[in-house]
């Protein structure tokens, strides 16, 4: 029995756009790593750019072996591509479940990563520099209590009477781990969308390795019988 071309070229194309994919994610995770800056509160909020730099490689890795075995006709490669599928596929819906209802925990996991660089008097100047950008940048001001955190309060903190924040105050009054917890909240919707339609592509790759898996299988027997 002939392996099906149609399949067989359908999973190649597939995981060429799976491969594509993968360096299209790698690029932008080390332009967004670069552009950050090495801004440490950042980094050590929302470590999301390191993951999605392992997501690009892995991605890469997984569509060079899927083109390969489709094109070889390789069991032994189809079947590594199709158990690397199903355990990402796992993955993708556990962390998708995880983020859907652990909205709390996600929080309370902001606050004390912040919590941890508190009292700012005490932070290197670095961090204390690091903190003065994205407090212009997010209109906030401290990490977890507002401007009390800090011991003078610096000049980022300031704002004019025309935004909401600053009617009744000269300062941002909002500390900086509600602006990013909201800014996570908002994009939540967004990521949870993407995940889901990986795990749709997903499905659709493991379908098609399992198919030529078996028909390779189905050639082979044919052979050995003839």
Do not use: H
Request: charged share 15%; with cysteine; aromatic share 8%.
């Amino acid at each position: 029995m002939a392996v099906n071309k149609c399949i067989k070229y359908l999973l190649f194309f597939f995981n060429l756009l799976f491969w594509l994919s993968g360096c299209l994610i790698l690029g932008v995770s080390i332009y967004l790593k670069v552009s950050k800056g090495g801004n440490k509160i950042t980094s050590d909020t929302l470590p999301g750019v390191d993951l999605l730099i392992a997501i690009g490689v892995i991605i890469m890795v997984l569509g060079f072996l899927g083109c390969c075995g489709a094109i070889r006709e390789n069991r032994c490669l189809l079947l590594l591509f199709f158990i690397s599928l199903l355990i990402i596929f796992i993955l993708l819906v556990a962390a998708g479940i995880l983020g859907a209802v652990g909205e709390k925990k996600v929080n309370d996991l902001v606050n004390e990563s912040l919590a941890k660089l508190t009292p700012l008097s005490s932070q290197p100047a670095n961090v204390q520099a690091d903190l003065e950008e994205l407090q212009q940048e997010l209109q906030c001001c401290g990490l977890t209590k507002g401007p009390s955190d800090w011991a003078a309060v610096p000049a980022s903190c300031r704002c004019n009477a025309t935004i909401t924040d600053c009617k009744s105050s000269p300062v941002y009054t909002t500390p900086c781990s509600t602006k990013i917890i909201s800014l996570i909240q908002s994009n939540l919707t967004v990521v949870l969308g993407i995940a889901f339609g990986i795990a749709i592509l997903l499905i659709f790759g493991m379908v098609f390795s399992m198919i030529l898996y078996c028909q390779i299988g189905r050639k082979d027997a044919a052979a050995s019988t003839a």
